[in-house]
């Protein structure tokens, strides 16, 4: 969309003059950018981006911010056709974030590694991750961790009540139905369909970009979030 462009352009436009900022704003401002360059394909610059952001979180040893990173970098490198590295940069995320108080981060990363199982189609790993996932999900109140997991189960299940589980993730998150017409179309977060391959970054588009990167990277908490 154009204006995921635009605003792709906008947070590019800075990262040049981003060493003149304090290490802080620096790593926020590229995560933000990688986030947005990302959901427009620029997934070379996306990467860097993250990357340039993680080196700032270590040496300012920011292990929720490391965390975050590498389990963006992850879901990146998995859509530029890498899964073996996904995988390593996903459990990097989990190894540093379970030093911290259980909280969202972990969960998504958590949830990350079931979804790139189950897109893989090791399903017995991606179900262990991802029940792992919806338990801190739920008892964190977090309906965004929580569909993202039961979308890892649906995928991963592929029995007869796989779409009962899609269902349920989509009523976790699904507004109420607005008066005069059908309410939100809601998706289970950083989900691409079942059986899209590594390295197809044009057929992520409404996946991954269909929940989370489609709200303005700079306004979550957790893209600088």
Known sequence: PRNNREGASQYARPIRYSDALGEEESASLLEAAGWALFIVNQTDAAVAAHRQALEIRQRLDDPLGVGKNLRHLAYITWIRGNAHEAHELGMQA????????????????????????????????????????????????????????????????????????????????????????????????????????????????????????????????DVGA
């Open 94 to 221: 989990v190894a540093t974030l379970e030093q911290l108080e259980p909280g969202r981060e972990l969960a998504m990363a958590l949830s990350t590694l079931g979804q790139l199982a189950m897109l893989a189609h090791r399903n017995a790993e991606s179900r262990a991750w991802s029940e792992r996932a919806l338990a801190l999900g739920r008892s964190l109140n977090d309906a965004e961790v929580t569909a993202h997991a039961l979308n890892n189960l649906g995928g991963a299940d592929r029995q007869p009540n796989t779409d009962d589980l899609h269902q349920r993730a989509v009523r976790v998150l699904a507004p109420p139905p607005r008066r005069g017409g059908e309410g939100l179309r809601v998706h289970g977060g950083e989900h691409p369909r079942v059986g899209l391959e590594p390295g197809r970054a044009d057929q992520a588009e409404g996946s991954e970009a269909a929940a989370e990167p489609r709200r303005d990277p700079a306004a979550r908490g």
